[in-house]
């Protein structure tokens, strides 16, 4: 009985440190993200219970979007369409109280938001009530009163244009608590006075992700007109996968090259590689700005290109495989019985047919290993795609879009969409690991091992 408790006493112990770990590294985690739904992220103190994970208002969400525009995701309104709002407030004397609401002529957003010209709700739609339909005695706390309900009927007729948002501010006198509404507010303002909506169409994922539905909707380009955080996020994409794809073949061919064919100068090339590994990129990114600045040593001139700065060719050409991935893949091609490639070479494989038909396809997990770290490392590249891509803004990555983000809207303190982007911007990176983790797992161990 001693050694079983002992046994138990050790596991409950191991599991304990491991939960502790769990919480310590994904808390921060779930605690930024809950903080990008918050219409105010800096709240203090911090709390778990707030508008946007009500499911009474995911299902009020949806239903006014699906009124308001026929879509219950994204909300908005429509010409001909009509939404009812229903409140509640509690008035401590028992005396109706006169409310006041209006539509008001607000911009979407600051910062990027505030730079275009929108069609104001207040222009096109008419706002019905409040209709009292509904009084009935309560008490709040110790305060005995009666509960008022009113219905807000909002009208959007004849023609116009589509409504993204439908703005709502409604105020109550002193001393006049809102107890209930359809869609709870957002926000309150003059000390709880008057309670405000953003939006009363959002559709579901307008409300709840409100901040993440603005920085597509609000960071768009003035020239065109398209969404600059969609183009960065394509850009950010489109940088990765080619760059993954050119690592995996040249460090392959590098790899397999250093590891198995000999030829003059074969250590003193990979010395070189091991000490180019030691040097820091600010060490050298000053001659390699240089040398796309006059295009390669003059070479992009035959193409007709002056210079390779602002493009992604020259993105791509100053980083087409670095020499850890080379390194990584020499050492599992190490790890392979020479057996199996000189039977393919009695058998008549040339090196290049041994390389891509039997190494390769032993090769996944340490291929599936680069590809992800390939992957993030240049999804998560700042500084170098900082320096060669300065204009215009749409060839960006996601990385110098969120630095744009936090000069925009970090000067007016709206943090809400700067925490929305940039956890937005993590998003393919878990997915990536969540989807390839046991490669990444494989490679890792079967790379460090030699037969």
């Given at each position: 009985?001693e050694a079983v ?8 112990w191991?599991?304990?440190?491991l939960l502790?770990?769990?919480?310590f ?11 990008s ?14 508008a946007q ?36 407030y ?5 005396k ?23 069609p ?28 008022f309900r009113?219905r807000l ?6 023609e116009g244009?589509f409504l ?7 105020e109550?006198?002193?001393?006049v ?11 309150f ?35 065109t007109?398209?969404?600059?955080f969609?183009?960065?996020t ?6 990765s ?10 460090a ?14 074969r250590?003193?090339?990979?010395l070189?590689m091991l000490?180019t ?10 001659s ?5 600045r006059d295009g ?18 020259g ?8 020499a850890?991935?080379?390194f ?9 019985p020479?057996e ?7 058998d008549?494989?040339?090196?290049l ?30 500084f170098?795609p ?7 803004r749409?060839?960006?990555?996601l990385p ?6 936090r000069n ?34 494989e ?9």
């Open positions: 009985m408790r002992r046994r138990w006493a050790r596991v409950a191991a599991y304990g440190l502790a770990f769990g919480v590294f994904v808390g921060p985690f779930l605690m930024g993200f809950l903080a739904l918050k219409t105010d992220p800096l709240e203090w103190p911090f709390t778990l219970r707030f994970v009500s499911p009474k208002n995911w299902a009020a969400a949806w239903r006014l979007g699906r009124e308001g525009s026929g879509d219950p995701w994204l909300g908005g309104m429509r010409p001909g369409r009509a939404v009812s709002l229903e409140v509640a509690f008035s401590p004397e028992g109706e109280p006169h409310l006041l609401a209006q539509i008001p002529r607000r911009k979407p957003g600051a910062g990027m938001g505030a730079v275009f010209e929108t104001y709700a207040a222009d096109h739609v008419r706002l019905e009530g409040p209709t009292l339909v509904e009084r009935r005695p309560a008490q709040l706390g110790e305060v005995r009163g009666e509960v009113y009927r909002l009208v959007y007729p004849g244009p993204e948002r439908v703005p709502l501010d409604l109550a006198p002193r001393g608590v809102l107890v209930g509404a359809t869609l709870d507010p957002i926000r303002e003059r000390r709880g006075r008057v309670a405000s909506w953003d939006n009363v169409v959002p559709g579901l994922a307008g409300y709840l992700f409100h901040n993440y539905v603005r920085a597509f909707r609000e960071t768009r380009s003035l020239e007109g398209e969404s600059l969609l183009r960065w394509l850009n950010s994409f489109f940088l996968f080619i760059k993954v794809l050119t690592t995996l073949v040249f392959s061919m590098a790899g397999y090259a250093l590891a198995r064919m000999r030829f003059p100068g250590q003193a090339l990979f070189f000490f590994m030691m040097v820091p990129g600010q060490v050298t990114f000053i390699n700005y240089l040398v796309l390669i040593f003059g070479l992009s001139r035959l193409f007709g290109v002056d210079t390779l700065l602002n493009t992604y060719t993105l791509v050409l100053s980083g087409l495989v670095g850890s991935a080379v990584i893949m020499k050492q599992f091609f190490e790890s392979i020479r199996v490639e000189e039977a393919a070479l009695i008549g494989a040339t090196p047919q041994t390389l891509f038909r039997i190494v390769l396809p032993m090769s996944t997990p340490a291929l599936g290993a680069l590809a992800i770290l390939t992957f993030q490392g240049t999804w998560n590249e700042f170098w900082f320096v060669v891509l300065t204009s215009p749409e060839i960006y990555t110098i879009g969120l630095l744009s983000f925009a809207y970090g000067q007016v303190g709206d943090w809400g969409l700067i925490l929305a982007g940039g956890f937005f911007s993590m998003i393919p990176v878990l997915i990536l690991f969540a989807v390839f983790q046991r490669y990444f797992v490679g890792v161990s079967v790379g460090a091992v030699k037969e």
